[in-house]
Nanobody
Framework: QAHLVESGGGLVQAGGSLRLSCGAS????????MGWFRQAPGKEREFVAA????????YYADSVKGRFTISRDGARNTGYLQMNSLKPEDTAVYYC?????????????????WGQGTQVTVSS
C-alpha cells in the first residue's frame, strides 16, 4: 500500500515557475515508477511526465517537454515536478501516481496508487 500527498500547487503568472512535490508513505516508494497527470475542467486526465523506479528514464508529454522536469528522491520518498515557463493552458489539477510497471507509463491504467491532486492556476 502507498499513500500519496501532492503539494506545491498555486496561482502563478504566465512565464512563472512552480515545483510540485509528491510525498509517499511506506517503504516501497523505490519499487514504483512514478507519473504526473493533470486534468483541466471539462477535459480528460492527461499524461504529463513519468520516471522509472531507478530514475534512469524519464518521459514527457510533447506539450511540456523542455519546460517541465520530473525527478525523485528515494531517501525522502518524494517525487517532484519542476514546472517552468508556465502557460495558461497548463492550468489543471495535477496528480501524482505510483505504478509497479516500468512500461506504459503514459497510460493512467498503469498506475496503482493516486494522490488527491493539487490545483495549478496560471494567469495570463
Amino acid at each position: 500500500q502507498a499513500h500519496l500527498v501532492e503539494s506545491g500547487g498555486g496561482l502563478v503568472q504566465a512565464g512563472g515557475s512552480l515545483r510540485l512535490s509528491c510525498g509517499a508513505s511506506g517503504r516501497t516508494f523505490r519499487s514504483y515508477s512514478m507519473g504526473w497527470f493533470r486534468q483541466a475542467p471539462g477535459k480528460e486526465r492527461e499524461f504529463v511526465a513519468a520516471i522509472t523506479r531507478s530514475g534512469g528514464n524519464t518521459y514527457y508529454a510533447d506539450s511540456v517537454k523542455g519546460r517541465f522536469t520530473i525527478s525523485r528522491d528515494g531517501a525522502r520518498n518524494t517525487g517532484y515536478l519542476q514546472m517552468n515557463s508556465l502557460k495558461p493552458e497548463d492550468t489543471a489539477v495535477y496528480y501524482c501516481a505510483l505504478g509497479l510497471n516500468a512500461y506504459g507509463l503514459a497510460n493512467s491504467n498503469t498506475y496503482n496508487y493516486w494522490g488527491q491532486g493539487t490545483q495549478v492556476t496560471v494567469s495570463s
